[in-house]
């Protein structure tokens, strides 16, 4: 039997105006924002709506905003007898969306716990002194010996494993600039800087994630109801201490995506439905497992056709 995974988008699937027509067909998407709000103390789903995109693009916004989306789309699919998939998985961020929908944490120890991240996140290098980019047409292995000999001294690495031919590199803005030259110069089509404010999933974040360990060590975690793949090691974990383990070296290390993917695939995973905004996720999917179903959750027309579909 076709088993079914859900996938929670990260940082990137941000927009003003995202889950506005949602808003105006369940009020659980204003709910679940307020209940946000709450936590972090200020009018999380107004910046969501009007921006601007310069203020929802902050790290410190960004994270708690994406948490609340991925979470909203979860509670309008059970809404409408949504069933419980097979398996989760979040990119990146995501992760975090996954584990309260998989019901390993509570969504308000949740946004506490993002909001901290975020800010230790930015905290850890100075603005502008980091950059992130996406490397699209090199191989793997190639583009870890460009990051290698583009370092000189400098922190660059492969943050991202997104899909085959998209790979994304973080950290010393200089060294990213010097591994997107050489990357062009070892065949690579295209490389783009991203619009973030923090070099994540890079040597720079370790910082972070030491203090982070407090913030995790401190919130209650459970295993949960639904297995979730995490993103550093392609695996669901059995203890809370363990799943502690993991968040906190999800910072630093990169992130999985591709191989995570793959890993559900040949766990007998055939369907898969972006829970939240946008769809990158969708779009990733359909370079790793070409074979698969896949569907981005978006709009409430698009999830009674989906579980009627797959029901």
Known sequence: MTKTAFLFPGQGSQSVGMLAQLALQSALVKDTFTEASDVLGYDLWAVTQNGPDQKLNQTEITQPAMLAAGITCWRVWQSIGGFTPDYMAGHSLGEYSALVAAGSVDFRSAVQLVAERARLMQAATPAGSGAMAAILGLEETALVEVCALAAQGQVVSCANFNSPGQVVIAGDRAAVARACEQALAAGAKRAVALAVSVPSHCALMQPAADEFAH??????????????????????????????????QQLWQPVRWADTIEALAALGVGRFAECGPGKILAGLNRRIVREAETVALLDLATMQETLVKWS
């Open 215 to 248: 913030a995790l060590a401190i919130t209650d975690l459970s295993t949960g109801t639904i297995k979730v793949l995490h993103n550093v090691d392609v695996q669901a974990h059995a203890s809370a201490a363990a799943i502690r383990v993991i968040l906190g």
